[in-house]
């Protein structure tokens, strides 16, 4: 039986980690986009289809993936499904992504 260790955790080292799970769901450009469309709102499978410009299987791969990593949400519409960003601090650091890298766009 090994010793109890009296080791405290440091609640920076959560937040670290959460943080960069985050930005590992923000660090491809596919991803990137898919999420910036999300900002202004939800929106439906269709929807970011035709925002991206991308197909019904990525757009919805890429959803189904981003629900498990917590970063969206989605709720019943009818027949449809309407996706939102899930956490209330992304939206902000989208923003200021698109602020930063996309002031002409």
């Known amino acids: 039986m090994e010793p109890l260790s009296n080791t405290v955790v440091d609640p920076m080292d959560a937040a670290a980690e959460e943080a960069a799970a985050?930005?590992?769901?923000?660090?491809?450009?596919?991803?990137?986009?898919?999420?910036?469309?999300?900002?202004?709102?939800?929106?439906?499978?269709?929807?970011?289809?035709?925002?991206?410009?991308?197909?019904?299987?990525?757009?919805?791969?890429?959803?189904?993936r981003r629900r498990g990593d917590g970063v969206v949400c989605c709720v019943r519409d009818g027949r449809s499904m309407r996706y939102s960003l899930s956490d209330p601090r992304i939206r902000p650091l989208l923003e200021r992504v698109y602020e930063l890298f996309c002031p002409d766009i």
């Open 22 to 64: 985050v930005l590992k769901a923000l660090s491809n450009p596919g991803r990137l986009r898919l999420l910036c469309a999300l900002v202004p709102g939800d929106r439906t499978v269709g929807e970011l289809e035709t925002a991206l410009g991308a197909s019904q299987s990525y757009v919805s791969g890429e959803l189904l």
